[in-house]
T-cell receptor, first 112, second 113 residues
């Protein structure tokens, strides 16, 4: 089944403790992206990647890192999480410009 | 920068009626548009898309209309059902160059049984 898989689905952590949210897609998509979704603010793009070893900042990249060492994986790294990073996170992948994205099921992160 | 927006943040419709969700876009260079549906606790799901060389595209119970003159996009849902209750997002993209989709904030559709 074609899908984007994120893990974990739910995560509660403490301020400053490094964490990684994994994202994997099995559709051989070149494009991958991370979004955060907060009430009233819609989907805001954190980082995106047009291909392996190519990443670019989105609208809200501060406090996040990503890597794209292989086509299928695009992990989101929070080196020192803070409470304002409490949010619902979505990973998405697509063929590229001019095509839609497939989204993962989301990761609800709480930083206390 | 230019961004996608929506006319109405919430919409309530009676079951069986038709729903119309509107979206205004401001980037005149955008030539690819998508509607997504997001149910509670789930990720956005692709519904239908349209490219700028068309002004109408139909799917199963859904129709997307594109008016490039006034930069307006709409999603019509026929015979709305309780399962259609969700948040609907429009998104726009340039059909060339390495630019990501730009999403609107979403409209919540509530179906009254």
């Amino acid at each position: 089944e074609a899908q984007v898989t994120q893990n974990p689905r739910y995560l509660i952590t403490v301020t400053g403790k490094k964490l990684t949210v994994t994202c994997s897609q099995n559709m051989n998509h070149e494009y991958m992206s991370w979004y955060r979704q907060d009430p009233g603010l819609g989907l805001r793009q954190i980082y995106y990647s047009m291909n392996v070893e190519v990443t670019d900042k989105g609208d809200v990249p501060e406090g996040y890192k990503v890597s794209r060492k292989e086509k299928r994986n695009f992990p989101l790294i929070l080196e020192s999480p803070s409470p304002n990073q409490t949010s619902l996170y979505f990973c998405a992948s697509g063929k590229g410009t001019g095509y839609g994205y497939t989204f993962g099921s989301g990761t609800r992160l709480t930083v206390v | 920068g230019e961004s996608v927006g929506l006319h109405l943040p919430t919409l309530s419709v009676q079951e069986g009626d038709n729903s119309i969700i509107n979206c205004a876009y401001s980037n005149s260079a955008s030539d690819y548009f998508i509607w997504y549906k997001q149910e509670s606790g789930k990720g956005p799901q692709f519904i239908i898309d349209i490219r700028s060389n068309m002004d109408k595209r139909q799917g199963q119970r859904v129709t997307v209309l594109l008016n490039k003159t006034v930069k307006h996009l709409s999603l019509q849902i026929a015979a709305t059902q309780p399962g259609d209750s969700a948040v609907y997002f429009c998104a726009e993209n340039l059909n060339s160059g390495n630019t990501p989709l730009v999403f609107g904030k979403g409209t919540r559709l509530s179906v009254i049984a």
